[in-house]
């Protein structure tokens, strides 16, 4: 017998929803658990307990997790970075937590 997992399957439906202003589209008075997504910002919210909303996918929720705890010599990376050659050359200054992934172009 194969190895099983339950999930739980996701249905977005439209309905418009009040964000908590015109600058933060963040959802108002969401559901504890439920899940919704922006379209046009490409992201997607869960809600908390206490009705508010927290982004948990997107454009603008892109990260890096890098834990190097117990690990000596390590170094915490928060960024990777597509560029290419010459603007990795033009940059005045290069992150040393930032790994540059040189592509032609």
Do not use: C, W
Not at 32 to 60: F, H
Request: aromatic share 6%.
């Amino acid at each position: 017998m194969p190895d099983t997992h339950v999930f739980r399957a996701l249905h977005f439906p439209h309905r418009r929803r009040e964000v908590v202003s015109a600058v933060d589209t963040t959802p108002k008075n969401v559901q504890p658990g439920e899940m919704l997504y922006d379209e046009v910002a490409n992201k997607l919210y869960a809600g908390l307990e206490d009705t508010t909303a927290v982004q948990v996918g997107g454009a603008d929720n892109n990260h890096v997790e890098s834990d190097v705890a117990e690990i000596t010599g390590a170094t915490v990376i928060t960024n990777i970075i597509k560029i290419t050659q010459t603007g990795y050359n033009a940059l005045q200054t290069k992150d040393p937590a930032t790994v540059y992934y040189i592509v032609s172009g």
